[in-house]
């Protein structure tokens, strides 16, 4: 099943940067040498198995909208399954920046009205201060939200530099991915029968969380997001080393932490703070729950 998703924004606001890092594997320093998307690139990502998502990175000059909203507007903005518009937080030209991002809404409307519509304010590093950065942040979303012709729209502070990048290409996969319910259904109860404060399931290659199943509240709201970050950093330091990561298991004095790979498409993380709990027996237990995970996952 392909899923058509655009992403779009101004020249420079680092869109084809923020994909590189997903799903090319590039380090956030590596971007630096990328050049400007021309027109448009297309690239194929195969997604948990069936799925596939039909990326179109649009390159964001003013000649090119003219013809993206012109003669090309049927063929860019028909069939949509999402569209991602990437605000630079410093850009020199606002205005012009809100003007296209409702030109993308009204032919978004006319070619795909069930389109997820989610709003990317980037480069969020810029602003060192988190107070002044969280301000920023909201006077911003208000002013897109009042753009955006009421439609529902998702809005994420983002930044290549940090864990906020992941969370938000979760959000946007999370809509992506057909019958999550029966997924999150079966997530809940191996969390059960494991006795785990938490599982997460991510997706292997790009390590973007795909969903979770939690019996034991955790403090940290952006915990998933930050394992995300870390995790794919250590897989590409493996690589360097001519190492591959299958697993690891992280012990302290409040919890143990299971990594490893699930099925061909997923990575699972298991933690839990019952000390009496064996090693053994989490790796035992989730070996059998693969064979029902790939049947969930191929429907």
């Known amino acids: 099943m392909k899923q058509k998703v655009l992403l779009m924004g101004s020249s420079g606001s680092g869109k084809t940067s923020m994909r590189s890092i997903i799903f090319a594997n590039y380090l956030a320093r590596d971007t630096m040498r990328l050049s400007m998307t021309l027109d448009v690139e297309h690239s194929h990502v195969r997604f948990l198995g069936n799925l596939v998502l039909n990326l179109w990175d649009c390159g964001g000059q003013d000649a090119f909208y003219e013809s993206y909203f012109e003669s090309q507007r049927d063929h860019i903005f028909s069939n949509v399954a999402v ?5 630079d937080i410093e850009s020199l030209h606002p205005e012009k920046d809100i003007d296209y991002y409702r030109g993308c809404l009204e032919a978004i409307t006319q070619n795909s009205d069930n389109a997820n519509i989610f709003v990317l304010i980037h480069k969020m590093d810029r602003i060192p201060d988190p107070v002044t950065r969280r301000e920023a942040f909201k006077q911003y979303e208000q002013t897109i939200l009042g753009h955006s012709q009421g439609m529902k729209v998702r809005c994420f502070a983002t930044s290549i530099w940090d864990e906020t990048l992941y969370r938000a290409w ?82 302290n004095s409040n919890f143990t932490a299971f990594i490893d790979t699930f099925t061909p498409n997923t990575s699972i993380m298991v933690i839990v703070s019952d000390p009496d709990i064996q090693p053994a027996i989490v790796h035992h237990n989730l070996k059998r729950a693969k064979i029902q995970f790939e049947q969930v996952l191929r429907l």
Do not use: W
Request: negative net charge.
């Open 83 to 87: 569209l991602i518009y990437v605000f």
């Open 170 to 251: 979760s959000a946007i996969v999370y809509s992506l991915i057909p019958d999550m319910e029966i997924l999150e259904s079966n997530l809940s109860k191996l969390c059960e029968v494991l006795d785990a404060d938490e599982v997460v399931l991510f997706e292997h290659a790009t390590f973007l969380v795909i969903s979770h199943a939690t019996r034991k509240l955790h403090r940290d709201m952006h915990r998933f997001e930050k394992i995300s970050n870390i995790i794919k950093q250590f897989k590409l330091s493996c690589g360097k080393s001519m190492a591959q990561f299958q697993a690891m298991d992280v012990r």
